[in-house]
């Protein structure tokens, strides 16, 4: 009897090494955007950007933390506008889904329809400007950063996708037993369903912590710019300053140069940052989610 070899252990390691890669490859340019963000003004000039700074200098930082209040209202700011929109978005979301996946729900198509539609056409910037600000009037209120984060029909698709592969029976054995359709909702769906929400939570608080468009069209109160706006803010001030200093002696140039480049690097480590801890909490339920909740052709 001759013991029978197997292949698996190699093509595993082989695998693996191939995924270890990958990482390494998708690792890099978070770790360039770091590397840059904490590099010397004058080295990325001369040398350009490197993956090892030359000398560390950490005065991109010092010129964004400079006020920390500023920042850490605008943290503030988005913060909630990211919770409130994420939990709303779910609540109101999963329950269209869920009335659009039972087939008992007589204009089940025509809703279909109608958000479906959404997707391909919309009303346009201005009557939406003008109906936030002249009909609803929403300017400066988190209700403006809010509300237009709740217009993603995609995800709603996706969680109604994944609702319809819910067995049947379960709902009728909970029918039979008394239950109404709050109760199914909550206590069998919800539950039933946690891949997929997580998943779609996740790309949903992606979206509304990078939200920065509804605060320049409806915001003008400097304490409610969310954080990439007010990153943006910061950095076309800076970038208006370089300007203005470019027909000044060198001497004055030279006393108040501000890291342009560092600093952009540093805003997207402040600003992606957050995200980055969040991730693994999500994770165990992500690969699950966007397989259960695939949208059939």
Not at 1 to 25: D, E, F, G, N, Q
Not at 34 to 62: K, Q, W
Request: aromatic share 14%.
């Amino acid at each position: 009897m001759y013991a029978k070899t197997s292949k698996w252990p190699v093509s595993r390691a082989v695998i693996h090494l191939l995924l270890l890669a990958c990482s390494i490859l998708f690792l890099i340019p978070l770790w360039a955007v770091l590397a840059i963000s904490v590099s010397n003004e004058t080295d990325i000039m001369t040398m350009g950007f490197r993956l090892i700074p030359g000398r560390l200098d950490l005065t991109a930082y010092a010129y964004i933390f400079k006020n920390p209040s500023v920042i850490l209202q605008g943290y503030k700011v988005t913060i909630l506008m990211s919770a409130a929109g994420l939990v709303l978005y779910l609540v109101m979301a999963s329950m269209i889904a869920y009335a659009l996946s039972q087939r008992e729900f007589a204009y089940r198509r025509g809703v279909t329809f109608y958000l479906f539609f959404t997707m391909l056409f919309n009303g346009g910037l201005a009557p939406l400007y003008i109906l936030m600000t002249q009909y609803l009037h929403l300017r400066d209120t988190y209700a403006a950063l809010i509300i237009p984060l709740l217009g993603n029909v995609w995800y709603l698709f996706i969680i109604r996708t994944s609702f319809q592969q819910i067995p049947a029976a379960i709902i009728e054995s909970a029918k039979i037993d008394g239950a109404t359709e709050l109760q199914i909702y909550f206590r069998l769906i919800l539950p039933l369903s946690k891949p997929v929400l997580a998943t779609v939570g996740l790309l949903q608080l992606l979206g509304n912590w990078n939200s920065w468009f509804p605060a320049l069209l409806y915001i003008n109160k400097s304490d409610m710019y969310p954080l990439q706006y007010l990153l943006q803010t910061i950095l076309r001030n800076m970038q208006e300053l370089t300007r203005s200093m470019e027909n000044k002696p060198a001497q004055i140039v030279e006393s108040i140069q501000v890291p342009t480049e560092s600093m952009r690097m540093a805003m997207a480590v402040i600003a992606v940052g957050p995200m980055l801890f969040i991730f693994p909490f999500f994770q165990k339920y992500f690969v699950k989610g966007l397989t259960v909740g695939s949208v059939k052709g």
